[in-house]
């Protein structure tokens, strides 16, 4: 296979089979819907929707000072999550700007499971292995050890449940826990990217087709659809959740992005870019250049990444992320804004889409938050 020949999951052929609409994505093939998007992202804030996530990069990290060099590496206190137990946090550089968003899983006390974005996944790893000169720890690319089938929205705990003995019930959010589904193995984390309750699954990829077709029978009664990249975009938008690359980049520090509290100061030991964090924390203190904001549409027309957001005349901001949001019936976007226009209610801002000044409300973050 040429290198430029995009990468295929081991759930390619069944995708294929269903009639999935394929994309690239980040090198990948990867399914972008199976019908209508708007179904696919109704039925998983409704009922419950399937995903193929084997596109994540998965790295794993082990060794007697596995913690150490994850504290040092990354911006969170790693050390402290408990086994079983999930965290979000970020790679970031020395100036500050951020590489990836990240979920590290802690499997146990010297083994820890990094999960990057698939567009950043080279870039963690190698950051890394570079960072962990020095430490007593081994850092192994696991890309190609695990297909992640994810099954997201309120009907997924049921659907697991009728495969599994595991204990659900138990699992709190950002938690994980080894068990079998459909008699395969898996590791079963609480996690998702939808604003649902949910699950992914990591499996061997010779056990995705298996454990695919296993949840979609167990699903099919309620309602459980194959659901593509598309609709996971527009739910996870409608959840206030920062996607890399569009709310996240290199230029811009944790809390440039709102998300300062994922940096851990008081943890021990140096970590890389905590000098120009502390910095970049104390001046959002002081006076944030932009904050990031939501924005629902007055009208009918759709913001896109890097349309201008305008007030009086003046270009006071960008979006990053636009869409039209199935459970609030109107356009939405993310975008960082002027501080003086960041506040919820704020009047006379619009965007400039193509050349006219579309209204918008700013609101706060997130536009959609689920019943618990």
């Not at 705990?157 to 950002?174: E, F, V």
């Not at 029978?217 to 739910?235: F, H, I, K, Q, W």
């Amino acid at each position: 296979m040429s290198s430029n020949e995009p990468r295929r999951t081991a759930l390619d052929a069944l995708h294929r089979s269903l009639g999935a609409t394929m994309t690239d994505f980040a090198g990948w093939d990867m399914p972008l819907r199976y019908g209508s998007e708007r179904d696919e992202h109704v039925a998983v804030r409704t009922r419950a929707g399937l995903f193929d996530l084997s596109h994540m990069g998965e790295i794993t990290v082990t060794g007697p000072q596995a913690a150490g060099l994850l504290n040092h590496a990354l911006v969170g206190n790693i050390a402290s999550v408990g086994v079983g137990r999930a965290r979000y946090t970020m790679i970031c550089r020395t100036d500050g700007g951020i590489l990836d968003d990240l979920i590290v899983y802690r499997l146990a006390e010297t083994e820890y499971l990094v999960v990057a974005n698939a567009s950043n996944a080279q870039v963690v790893l190698d950051a890394l292995v570079e960072r962990s000169a020095g430490f007593d720890a081994e850092v192994r690319d696991d890309r190609d050890a695990y297909a992640l089938i994810a099954v997201q929205g309120p009907e997924s705990p049921g659907i697991l449940k009728s495969l599994t003995d595991a204990d659900l019930d138990g699992l709190k959010y950002y938690a994980g826990l080894p068990g079998t589904v459909a008699d395969v193995p898996a590791l079963i984390a609480r996690t998702g990217y939808t604003g649902e309750d949910g699950f992914e699954l990591f499996v061997k990829p010779e056990h995705a087709v298996e454990l695919w077709q296993a949840l979609t029978e167990a699903g099919s009664p309620v309602g459980l659809v194959p659901c593509g990249l598309s609709c996971r975009d527009t739910l996870r938008l409608e959840a206030g959740m920062p996607l890399y690359g569009h709310e996240l980049s290199t230029g811009l520090t944790p809390f440039d992005a709102g998300l300062g509290r994922v940096v851990k100061f008081e943890k021990e030991g140096d970590f890389v870019g905590r000098e120009a964090l502390a910095e970049a924390a104390a001046r959002s203190a002081k006076n944030p250049p932009r904050v990031l904001v939501g924005l629902v549409a007055e009208g009918r027309r759709i913001p896109r990444a890097g349309y201008p957001v305008v007030a009086a005349g003046a270009v006071i901001g960008e979006v990053t992320s636009g869409a039209p949001s199935p459970t609030l019936g109107r356009p939405i976007a993310m975008a960082y804004v002027d501080a003086a226009h960041a506040a919820p209610g704020t009047a006379g801002v619009g965007v400039d889409i193509r050349g006219s000044h579309e209204p918008y409300e700013v609101v706060a973050l997130p536009f959609y938050k689920r019943q618990k």
